[in-house]
């Protein structure tokens, strides 16, 4: 486990600069030309600002051999007429100044006459015109990190993807259309791994307009981006800045210290005093994990709500303190169900001898224990309930009871002690108690079409959503599903076998359920009946704007819920089954009953789509995930957000709660998953390994294994329990095998980025794995369509 590092404080780095070029505020016109040769000779131009007969040819001749000398500078000439757009917008003149600009033969007139016509600011952007400033600085940036000592370099890669940003989008901002081209397939390959998607965001804005327009664009330019860094590491940064020390690769040359390298560190600087926030914790480096130093990181400041006292929070950790502690502990039994489910278990030991002999434990199983240190909720804490339960609940409870018995016990910690004995009857045991069995479904024939996946409590059904607009749905037995007849009268109907008759005859093992006019982007079974029924009602979502329920008797859509106003990306039963709750790309997530149709509470404050939507197991917090790169965990009833989780680097796709109440796991495009203690909002650990997007997340019943599947065409089983950390080298072990799982391919090809909780991974021939479900017992039950 990880901790947080302790004593943090904020800081801007503000060292003076070296050598600043005058900036004259109000030049006349007797001084411009001393002013216009100063900021020559400050940009690297050698002409002497102390020689008054230099001649207007030998300034043309002196830039032009520069130029040559340095390919990236850009020509005089260059500089009127980059840096005439600003004498119109930063002052009052017309196009009559630019044309007067354009009628004066000498380089150094028009260059006198242009300051004497822009603003403090505009020469400040007249002295970033240079491209080569910044590639040159990013380069130096680049290098100084990758040669900084191993300890330091985790903390010094992240300050590179903030510069990287501002240095593009000031190229492109400034017209530098190809320049901004060239940096950009420059450095961003080394940037991709971690931060491809937004990478390929910002590679589509190319004129200032579209930076202008740009939502994220904006907010890089208006917001701090937060680093994390130790006091040591943020000395050594400062260090880089001011004398261009430390980090210097063999045979750099002038390395840091040159011209070249001034004015790009000068444009680094600016960056960093402009656009960027140190949060500097006292601790030692070597105490702090590797993935501590991207956690709270990045444009956080929009993504931190007001508390319920208004007051506004920098950072997620001290908003997370504010709120206080959660209930976390499981939700409480209605007394006389808890009665009667014991009732219904006593009468079945007494006929039964084998039953009778686990009576004891059963019972213990009707009412679950809460994890140590959580606090349980009472029944006023929880969302309304029907005031007496049915026959359905009992057979519910008393399923769990048996479920709960004969469930196998997973415990990924054993899989270590499988290495160490090889490949025996005793390994062969302690991998049966590590690893769960998986049943794998493919969908055949149905290309990319097929866009998510659920299987029933039961494991009966199978439903699939298409993006052609209809549900499919699957009987894993091999039954037929027969809906009922609409030919024919109620008042017919005289009891159970007389409903029977109404079946229809025919049938087949799958059924198509038309009614969306849009792509179905997510289904879900209803929980009422548990493990001990098949479920009677279906859920789905809809590119269409609407959520529908589904009758699994008549086969019918029966309500359509409208409320949303864009897409709806996803929809999840609360684990009473009375409730629902919606995500959608309005930024909104939405709590419904299923006898209203309007939504209940509305839940606001995410920045963009709002991708996922759980519930947590005690039905009183509800988490989101969203592309804004957060996740958000809701008090359910009130409507008010309890939690922040900032430390993912892209779009969070997919959520899971620990059934024990304590966790919550989230993944997406980043490749990486996070797993978070909800007590307290803090990162437990991140864990990586996943090649591509991570499409669904799930816990095992002991909240000791968690499962995942992605695009990548694999499902893999992580240790919840473990520290983590760096793995092993290719995660070969001696038998040949990756982390228990035959290696695909040339064992060369296998990345390295895997962390050492990552137990084994289950490789498929083509499918992405869109959903992993956990049965009651601890089977794992996965699927995905197959790609060909």
């Known amino acids: ?63 032009r051999s520069t130029t040559r000398a340095q390919a990236n500078h850009v020509q005089s000439q260059d500089v009127i007429k980059a840096a005439a757009p600003f004498a119109t917008k930063n002052t009052a003149a017309d196009t009559s100044t630019v044309q007067a600009l354009q009628a004066i033969p000498s380089t150094a007139q028009k260059l006198s006459t242009l300051l004497t016509s822009v603003s403090g600011q505009g020469a400040e952007d007249i002295l970033s015109l240079d491209p080569s400033d910044r590639l040159e600085g990013f380069k130096d940036l680049e290098s100084w990190v990758d040669g900084s000592l191993d300890m330091y370099r985790p903390e010094f890669r992240p300050i590179l993807f903030p510069i990287f940003c501002h240095f593009y989008l000031d190229l492109v901002q400034l017209g530098l259309q190809e320049s901004a081209t ?29 930076v202008q327009t740009d939502l994220l664009a904006q907010r890089f330019r208006n917001e701090k981006y937060v680093l994390r860094m130790s006091r040591s590491g943020f000395s050594l940064l400062i260090g880089w800045l001011t004398e261009g020390v430390g980090g210097e690769s063999v045979g750099a040359g002038d390395g840091f210290t040159g011209e070249r390298g001034k004015r790009g560190r000068a444009s680094v600087m600016q960056v960093v005093n402009n656009h960027l926030r140190f949060d500097v914790t006292t601790s030692n480096v070597t105490m702090v994990p590797t993935s501590t130093w991207e956690e709270s990181t990045g444009l956080i400041s929009s993504l931190i709500p007001n508390d319920d006292s208004g007051q506004s929070h920098q950072e997620s950790k001290s908003f997370n303190a504010a709120q206080g502690p959660l209930k976390l502990g499981p939700a409480p039994l209605d007394e006389g169900l808890q009665q009667e489910t014991e009732r219904v278990l006593r009468e079945e030991a007494m006929s039964d001898p084998m039953a009778n002999a686990t009576l004891s434990a059963d019972l213990q199983y009707v009412r679950p224990t809460p994890a140590p240190g959580l606090v349980e909720p009472t029944a006023a804490d929880l969302l309304p309930a029907p005031p007496t339960f049915k026959t359905v609940d009992v057979r519910r409870e008393v399923e769990r009871v048996r479920d709960t018995r004969k469930r196998i016990r997973l415990d990924p910690s054993l899989h270590q002690e499988r290495d160490l004995l090889g490949f025996g009857p005793q390994a062969n045991m302690a991998r049966a108690r590590s690893l769960p069995s998986i049943v794998a479904y493919t969908l055949h024939d149905t290309g990319d079409t097929a866009s998510c996946l659920s299987f029933s409590q039961d494991s009966t059904l199978l439903a699939t959503g298409f993006t052609e607009s209809y549900i499919r749905l699957w009987n894993l037995k091999g039954e037929k599903l027969k809906g009922y007849r609409s030919d024919f009268q109620e008042s017919a109907v005289k009891d159970s076998a007389g409903l029977r008759k109404l079946k229809e005859r025919g049938g087949s093992t799958t059924r198509k359920l038309i009614g969306h006019s849009g792509p179905v982007y997510s289904v879900a079974f209803d929980p009422i009946g548990g493990t001990a029924s098949a479920p009677r009602h279906l859920l789905s979502a809809s590119a269409d704007h609407t959520v529908r329920l589904w009758s699994l008797d008549t086969m019918t859509n029966v309500v359509a819920y409208r409320g949303h106003q864009d897409p709806v990306w996803d929809v999840q039963w609360s684990p009473m089954g009375i409730y629902f709750a919606t995500a959608s790309r309005d930024r909104t997530a939405r709590l419904w009953s299923t006898d209203r149709i309007y939504a209940l509470r509305m839940y606001a404050g995410h920045l963009s789509d709002v991708e996922a939507v759980r519930f947590h197991p005690n039905s009183l917090y509800l988490a989101t995930a969203s592309s804004d790169w957060t996740c958000r965990l809701w008090d359910t009833q009130k409507g008010s957000c309890v939690r922040v989780f900032v430390g993912h ?14 966790y919550l796991a989230s993944a997406g495009d980043d490749l990486a998953i996070n797993l978070w203690d909800l007590g307290s909002g803090k990162r437990i650990k991140k864990m990586t390994g996943h090649t591509s997007t991570i499409h669904s997340l799930a816990f095992s019943a002991e909240s000791s294994l968690l499962v995942s599947g992605g695009a990548d065409w694999t499902v893999r089983c992580w240790d919840v329990k473990s520290p983590g950390g760096k793995g092993s080298k290719n995660g070969l072990q001696n038998d040949g095998r990756v982390n228990g799982a035959l290696p695909i391919g040339n064992e ?39 790609i060909s």
């Not at 302790?6 to 001393?34: F, K, L, M, Y």
């Not at 060239?182 to 579209?210: M, Q």
């Not at 296998?750 to 049965?775: A, C, G, H, M, W």
Request: hydrophobic share 30%; net charge negative; aromatic share 6%.
């Open 182 to 210: 060239k940096f950009f397939k420059t450095f961003s390959p080394s940037l991709k791994a971690v931060h491809n998607p937004t990478l390929y965001h910002l590679g589509t804005l190319l004129l200032p307009a579209h």
């Open 649 to 662: 680097q892209g779009v969070v796709s997919t959520l899971a709660f620990s059934p024990d109440g304590k």
């Open 748 to 786: 060369n090809d296998i990345d390295n980025n895997e962390t050492s909780d990552l137990v084994t991974t289950y490789p498929t021939k083509r499918t992405p794995i869109i959903n992993v479900q956990f049965t009651a017992r601890n089977l794992c039950m996965v699927g995905g369509p197959y």
């Open 1 to 63: 486990m990880s901790a947080s590092p302790e004593g943090t404080e904020h800081s801007d780095i503000t060292p003076p600069p070296e050598e600043p070029a005058p900036v004259p505020q109000s030049t006349s016109r007797s001084d411009s030309d001393a002013a216009a040769n100063d900021i020559i000779s400050n940009r690297g131009f050698n002409q002497d600002p102390n020689s008054p007969d230099k001649s207007d040819t030998e300034l043309r001749r002196t830039t």
